[in-house]
């Protein structure tokens, strides 16, 4: 067992992390078209893949960037299909204090919100909760956002806007935090492994070049970012 463990840690894909992690599933199970089996080589490719995509997010000003290359990488679609936003009406949430903070904005200046499905192909891989200021978008850019399904990050990417990260937390961990330091590993079983709705969750604002915030995210991953046939581990 202990030859086996430290194989696992010499092929773990090790980067930084700004997250809290949970052990506990955040919604009911979801059927993937590409199941995993429930294995400790399979939760050790799932952990390794959610911290490279983490990674990621964190490093790229654009979620949306960041996702189109994922659903290329990882065929999770057609060839060339990019991330399109499915609008979610009748759900506002108005800006509260917290967010005119963030915002730096009183309680007079409109403040716009949306909330999208992000989807590569027909697989949702995040829905989030966006406040941002229209008027420091141009007019194309506003009624793109109030239109079309177009993702708010490929809407405003003329902005060159950064983003700065507020959290990163990863939802569900397929293995039990000290892992790699001897905590008991789950056994191997013959069924599937079990993903939750929501494996990742980012807040973020995003800035103009001045630094000025416009928007304010957050945004929830689903765990269809692992729909594909698990990497072989031997």
Known sequence: MRLFRNKILSMVFVCAFTSTLSNSAVGEPLAARHPWPDTIRSRLAALAL??????????????????????????????????????????????????????????????????????????????????????????????????????????????NFTRSNLSAELLWSPLPTGWEMGVELPPPRSGTLALPDFVLRHRAVLKLPDGSPFSTVVENYTANVLDFSPPRID
């Open 50 to 159: 959610l911290q490279s995509l983490n990674a990621e997010l964190l490093s790229n000003p654009s979620a949306t960037l960041t996702l189109d290359r994922w659903c290329a990488a990882h065929n999770l679609a057609q060839a060339g299909t990019k991330i399109t936003a499915l609008l979610a009406k009748g759900s506002e949430k108005p800006a509260d204090p917290s967010v005119r903070k963030l915002l730096g904005v009183g309680p007079d200046e409109t403040i716009a919100y949306r909330r999208v499905r992000l989807s590569c192909g027909d697989s949702v891989l995040s829905e989030a909760d966006n406040w941002y200021l229209p008027a420091k978008l141009t007019t194309e850019m506003n009624q793109a956002l109030d239109t079309t399904t177009i993702a708010f990050g490929r809407a405003v990417a003329a902005l």
